[in-house]
């Protein structure tokens, strides 16, 4: 398989398209509306989904036991989220309304910090005192898909195991696919739970869509044009024409995600100076909010207030990955060199 790919730029693009959805929504600006003419949080999302499948069915693959390949995730996904967690709690004393005292003898806070730390972020979202008069009082709505990850990471292994005892990989695959969809209908259709429907395993057949992808990936690259043509005609149809296709999204969606990104060469070498993303993703909606507190959209010009919202979530984001994220993915590679293997 070519190592050669543009998945940085892919998932930048997606925590762009993410951090401009909110901006839109959070923000309560009418001027800002436009911005959900070419923005969809869910669409970001999907994507991600899409692409952890199939890099971390590729980590999985090439790792060369379990415990390492937790241990790879979990120094991936943890410290930028538990240092967003802290920092999130300490610093929003600040801006609290309660006085820094009564913030942290509220008993609320230690709940945010407890349920948050344990990825359900949906049992207790918001701090004391803090955004209250938002459209949300949630201080990080976009944690929420940190726990479906996680949830990934955890049956990764075991669909692995049913397709290697089973041999039928194909069959594996697309049973959990059909029935991620069958799950994602009656919860969000049938019986109006959208907040149950997105959790696992709502979202999985976007991520078995990215296992599909890895274990068939010369056959894919073999018919790209073919594949792609289909791709777009179905996706086409779903959003144009009002066509059943729904059931067929993900994988089409699937295809074109990561066709583009061994396709789009001149994008390669998107990250070279770090990976910002997942910086980008954990911090944007609690400065979004922290500025729709203050009514910083209104009482200023609301796309100056736009770009600063923007740039303060980069350079939160490049303090992350420098910082943090960096440094213990260096600790994990230096921590493999040391350590001799053992036959």
């Known amino acids: 398989m070519n190592n050669k790919n543009c998945f940085d730029f892919l998932r930048f693009f997606f925590a762009a398209n993410i951090l401009l959805a909110h901006l839109c929504e959070l923000?309560?600006?009418?001027n800002l509306a436009f911005l959900s003419y070419f923005s969809n949080a869910i669409i970001g999302v999907k994507g991600f989904f899409i692409i952890s499948g199939f890099l971390v069915a590729k980590s999985y693959a090439n790792t060369p036991s379990l415990k390492e390949y937790f241990i790879k995730r979990a120094k991936r996904i943890l410290p930028a989220y538990i240092v967003v967690i802290l920092f999130s709690t300490v610093i929003?004393?600040?801006f609290s309304s309660y006085s820094f005292v009564e913030y942290f003898a509220d008993s609320n806070v230690y709940k945010y910090l407890g349920w948050n730390l344990v990825f359900l972020n949906f049992i207790h979202p918001c701090l004391p005192g803090l955004f209250d008069n938002n459209l949300l009082c949630s201080v990080n709505g976009a944690l929420w898909t940190l726990k479906v990850e996680e949830g990934f990471y955890i049956i990764l292994p075991l669909i692995f195991y049913a397709i290697k005892k089973s041999r039928m990989p194909l069959f594996i695959l697309i049973t959990l696919y059909v029935l991620s969809l069958i799950y994602w209908f009656v919860l969000n259709d049938y019986l109006n739970m959208p907040v149950l429907a997105k959790q696992l395993p709502g979202y999985l057949s976007y991520f078995v869509m990215g296992i599909f992808m890895f274990l068939n990936f010369d056959f894919v690259m073999k018919n790209k044009v073919i594949l792609i043509l289909s791709s777009v005609i179905v996706l086409t149809g779903y959003y144009l024409s009002g066509l059943p296709l729904g059931f067929l999204y993900p994988a089409a969606f699937g295809l074109i995600i990561i066709i583009a990104a061994y396709n789009l060469s001149f994008l390669n070498n998107f990250g070279k100076y770090g990976d910002f993303t997942y910086g980008l993703y954990i911090y944007?909606?609690?400065i979004i909010q922290?500025?729709?507190?203050?009514?910083?959209f209104e009482r200023y010009?609301?796309?100056i207030m736009s770009f600063a919202v923007i740039l303060i979530t980069f350079f939160f984001a490049i303090m992350s990955w420098f910082f943090v994220e960096k440094r213990f993915l260096d600790r994990f590679k230096n921590n493999k060199k040391q350590i001799p293997t053992i036959c």
């Open 27 to 30: 923000s309560q600006n009418n």
């Open 92 to 94: 929003f004393a600040f």
């Open 284 to 286: 944007h909606f609690p």
């Open 290 to 296: 922290l500025f729709r507190q203050y009514n910083l």
């Open 301 to 303: 010009n609301p796309f």
